[in-house]
């Protein structure tokens, strides 16, 4: 009989077994949560990635033992998730922390008024939202303008500050410098309404938090009782989020997906004027958000979005598209748009985002990644600090005034 070992197994035995260490708990921690509840793309077999990313662990670690560093688990375990080839399941680093900032559960919170992002595809921040009448607009900063953060610092750790401090940014080829301070009851990125002409825009930072699908919902209101003829629901720098965010895109349409797990689970998720409700098969549990003040808008519309719009706004901006209810302005999105994520705690801060289930119609055809675009448009926020022109805005206004 000839025997034949994979090169996993191979290494496995020449190596011998390592001993339990910072490095082997870590990745250990990491293929568990893959193991448990990820939906791995057809063809794909995390399995047989991490039984080899497990290998190359053992020898890396075997002169160490049990003092294998927690650096060499993390760049295998890195490695194995970055080979499932899905964008949306990545380890994520702690965030460094620039002064004292808001933690945990409320690091959602904006002390200093502001949201900042990051470019996808280069190394600046840029201030993606302002709080009307918070402290960075009332010092004069204004969306886009490109934040000079000091090295090692990350957009989550700039939105949390909550220390009064000096800031340098740039807007129309000159720096400025801004002194902000924190203020009490600092409040999570939510929708705010501005106006070009007699067309409303919409900016919609978030699709998580609570009071988001209202307020939304009210500005929308307020934009009909102003009399706006147009509307743009700017979806821009949105990450995405859960049922406030599926409740936000209630006033503009009704649709229901499935989201279905490896376990073969069914979620239902059905989005009706003012109201979403979700409903897993063979359970009776029922999430459910109802409106307390529904407003719908059915006049011209356009969605901006660009590469840093993700998951759930993606969603609703799939939605729009399919049912031709508005025009997707500005550039290709992250394209997780028909993926479901869970974050997963671990070592040293590091986090697991990971996909746990996928979405269809009701009649199984699987949702695209990402909406269609009418009109294609470089969204550069370092251009539009230099400049002062916002390219995918004017786009849509063009696009809506020709409607």
């Known amino acids: 009989m000839r025997l034949t070992l994979s090169l996993a197994a191979l290494l496995v035995v020449v190596a011998g077994p390592v001993a339990a260490s910072p490095a082997t708990d870590f990745f250990a921690a990491v293929r568990d949560q893959i193991e448990e509840g990820y939906y791995p793309k057809p063809g794909v077999d995390p399995k047989a990635i991490f039984d080899a990313a497990e290998a190359r662990l053992t020898l890396a670690c075997a002169p160490q033992g049990d003092a294998c560093?927690?650096?060499?688990?993390?760049?295998?375990?890195?490695?194995?998730?970055?080979?499932?080839?899905?964008?949306?399941?990545?380890?994520?680093?702690?965030?460094?922390?620039?002064?004292?900032?808001?933690?945990?559960?409320?690091?959602?919170?904006?002390?200093?008024?502001?949201?900042?992002?990051?470019?996808?595809?280069?190394?600046?921040?840029?201030?993606?939202?302002?709080?009307?009448?918070?402290?960075?607009?009332?010092?004069?900063?204004?969306?886009?303008?490109?934040?000079?953060?000091?090295?090692?610092?990350?957009?989550?750790?700039?939105?949390?500050?909550?220390?009064?401090?000096?800031?340098?940014?740039?807007?129309?080829?000159?720096?400025?410098?801004?002194?902000?301070?924190?203020?009490?009851?600092?409040?999570?990125?939510?929708?705010?309404?501005?106006?070009?002409?007699?067309?409303?825009?919409?900016?919609?930072?978030?699709g998580s938090g609570d009071g988001v699908a209202q307020t939304a919902h009210d500005l929308i209101a307020q934009a009909k009782a102003q009399g706006a003829r147009a509307l743009i629901l700017d979806l821009r720098d949105n990450g995405g989020g859960g049922v406030q965010c599926a409740a936000l895109a209630s006033a503009f349409v009704a649709y229901s997906i499935v989201q279905t797990n490896p376990q073969g689970e069914r979620r239902v998720l059905t989005v009706s004027p003012g109201q979403v409700r979700v409903v897993t098969d063979g359970s009776d549990d029922v999430e459910?958000?109802?409106?307390?003040?529904?407003?719908?808008?059915?006049?011209?519309?356009?969605?901006?979005?660009?590469?840093?719009?993700?998951?759930?706004?993606?969603?609703?901006?799939?939605?729009m598209s399919q049912q031709g209810r508005a025009k997707i302005i500005g550039e290709p999105s992250v394209g997780v748009g028909n993926n479901v994520v869970m974050t997963y705690p671990l070592e040293a801060g590091w986090r697991l985002v990971m996909t746990v289930a996928y979405s269809t119609t009701l009649q199984g055809e699987v949702l695209p990644p990402r909406p269609v675009l009418d009109v294609q448009v470089a969204d550069d926020p370092v251009v539009i600090a230099r400049t002062g022109r916002d390219p995918v805005l004017e786009a849509a206004v063009e696009a809506l005034n020709g409607a």
């Open 69 to 206: 560093p927690l650096d060499i688990g993390v760049a295998e375990a890195r490695e194995a998730v970055k080979a499932l080839g899905d964008s949306h399941t990545r380890l994520e680093e702690p965030a460094p922390l620039v002064g004292p900032a808001v933690v945990g559960p409320a690091a959602r919170l904006t002390p200093l008024g502001w949201m900042v992002r990051k470019e996808r595809a280069g190394d600046a921040f840029y201030v993606a939202w302002i709080a009307p009448g918070g402290p960075a607009e009332r010092a004069g900063v204004r969306r886009h303008d490109v934040l000079l953060a000091p090295a090692g610092t990350t957009a989550p750790a700039l939105t949390a500050m909550a220390e009064k401090g000096r800031h340098t940014l740039s807007r129309g080829g000159r720096t400025y410098e801004v002194e902000l301070t924190p203020q009490p009851g600092s409040p999570i990125p939510m929708p705010r309404l501005d106006r070009i002409g007699d067309v409303a825009v919409l900016q919609a930072p978030a």
């Open 288 to 319: 459910e958000l109802l409106l307390e003040r529904p407003a719908s808008w059915d006049g011209p519309l356009a969605v901006l979005v660009n590469d840093n719009t993700g998951s759930c706004s993606e969603a609703v901006a799939i939605q």
